[in-house]
């Protein structure tokens, strides 16, 4: 049973840059969730796609968007990249009938801004 | 105010030692409760959810106080497999669909 998996590991870009970050779900899972973590820090929701749609938004600039494939996976995209965003870029995913708490990580795509 | 606050530790503990954990947050709605594991650069894990009536899971115990806004984790007989960041996570009402995570606090078991 594949886990979430996300792509690529590790990625260096400069500011001003485009990143996009790729993730599918858990085998039977339906949502897709992308969190931030930035060093010594919880992750913080960026949003939540559902049946192709963004659900959720958390408090995150436009600079920030995303799409959810018939597949269900899901890509991250950044544009005008900053310094401050270099982090590591968790996706999560989760099943509708299942526990509203328990999301499934994948390892996280760290992404470094020069 | 941040929605979840918890211990900054680290926290250095031997093999075998009692270790607790504590995690406060600041919306007296909230609703699901749980404790996140997290090895180092890697990514996080449920260890638990938190019920109103406390809950146990082998040598894991989680306690949660509604009127405190408080939450706890009780580590027993530590091992070195312990050695990891324990993520406070919370979710209410407005919060929606999203997990509020707190910063995390570090626990080391030494030898």
């Known amino acids: 049973d594949a886990g979430v998996t996300q792509s690529p590991t590790h990625l260096i870009k400069t500011r001003g840059q485009q990143v996009t970050l790729r993730c599918s779900p858990k085998?039977?899972?339906?949502?897709v969730s992308w969190y931030q973590q930035a060093l010594g820090q919880g992750p913080q929701f960026i949003f939540q796609?559902?049946?192709?749609?963004?659900?959720q938004r958390g408090n995150f600039p436009d600079r920030f968007s995303g799409h959810q494939f018939p597949n269900y996976s899901s890509e991250l995209n950044v544009n005008a990249l900053l310094l401050g965003d270099s982090a590591l870029y968790l996706c999560?995913?989760?099943?509708?009938?299942?526990?509203?708490?328990?999301?499934?990580f994948g390892e996280g795509s760290r992404l470094t801004v020069l | 105010r941040k929605e979840v606050e918890q211990d900054p530790g680290p926290f250095n503990v031997p093999e075998g030692a009692t270790v607790a954990f504590n995690c406060t947050y600041s919306?007296?709605?909230?609703?699901?409760f749980f404790w996140y594991r997290q090895d180092c650069r890697k990514e996080p894990k449920l260890l638990m959810s938190v019920y109103s009536s406390g809950n146990e899971d082998g040598r894991f115990t989680a306690q949660l106080n509604r009127a405190s806004q408080y939450i706890s984790l009780l580590i027993r007989d530590s091992k070195l497999s312990d050695s990891a960041t324990y993520l406070c996570?919370?979710?209410?009402?407005?919060?929606?669909?999203?997990?509020?995570f707190g910063k995390g606090t570090s626990l080391l078991v030494t030898p």
């Open positions: 085998s039977g899972h339906d949502t």
């Open positions: 999560a995913s989760s099943s509708r009938t299942g526990n509203t708490g328990e999301l499934f």
């Open positions: 996570v919370v979710n209410n009402p407005n919060s929606g669909y999203a997990l509020n």
């Open positions: 796609y559902y049946e192709e749609e963004e659900r």
């Open positions: 919306n007296s709605a909230s609703q699901s």
